[in-house]
């Protein structure tokens, strides 16, 4: 089991358009610093397939979603995407969102401005007090963020 993995539920199901929501945030947030790297892919593709009910997905369906996702690239239209996304997820997913969205973007472990920036911004949205996203955070580098 990847590291993104152990962030989600062994029982997760998903609405489709819960699914696709909660991955384009966790792409966003982890794009906002202008760059991908191999590990934030690998750990892309383990959270597209697990989102979506599936095993694995391939490479192509990765890439599909990322040009999907990739037109937000300034990072004002990131924030205002994750603004108008986040508060469409059903509130018992929130933290979800905001813990995968973390995990993704920790996989690289080279902070960015950016990215801290976001997950405040997602955290705001998502009506997650300052203390629970500290302890959430907290969660999250302990594992490294997702790596396997």
């Known amino acids: 089991m990847s590291g993104i993995d152990a962030h989600l539920p062994p029982d997760l199901a998903?609405?489709?358009a819960v699914a696709y929501a909660m991955l384009e945030i966790a792409y966003l947030v982890t794009a906002i610093d202008g760059r991908l790297t191999d590990?934030?892919?690998a750990a892309f593709q383990v959270l597209a397939?697990?989102?979506r009910g599936l095993q694995s997905v391939s490479n192509a369906d990765v890439e599909s979603l990322v040009?999907?996702?990739?037109?937000n690239i300034d990072p004002e239209?990131?924030?205002?995407?994750v603004q108008a996304l986040a508060p469409k997820l059903p509130v018992e997913h929130h933290e979800l969102a905001y813990v995968l969205a973390l995990a993704l973007a920790f996989v690289d472990q080279d902070?960015?401005?950016a990215e801290?920036?976001?997950?405040?911004?997602?955290g705001d949205v998502l009506h997650?007090?300052?203390d629970r996203r500290e302890a959430l955070a907290r969660r999250v580098a302990l594992d490294g963020g997702g790596t396997a």
């Open 14 to 16: 998903l609405s489709p």
């Open 39 to 41: 590990e934030e892919l």
């Open 49 to 51: 397939a697990r989102l």
């Open 67 to 71: 040009a999907k996702f990739a037109h």
């Open 77 to 81: 239209d990131i924030v205002a995407r």
């Open 111 to 113: 902070p960015h401005e």
């Open 116 to 122: 801290d920036r976001l997950h405040t911004v997602l």
């Open 128 to 130: 997650i007090s300052a």
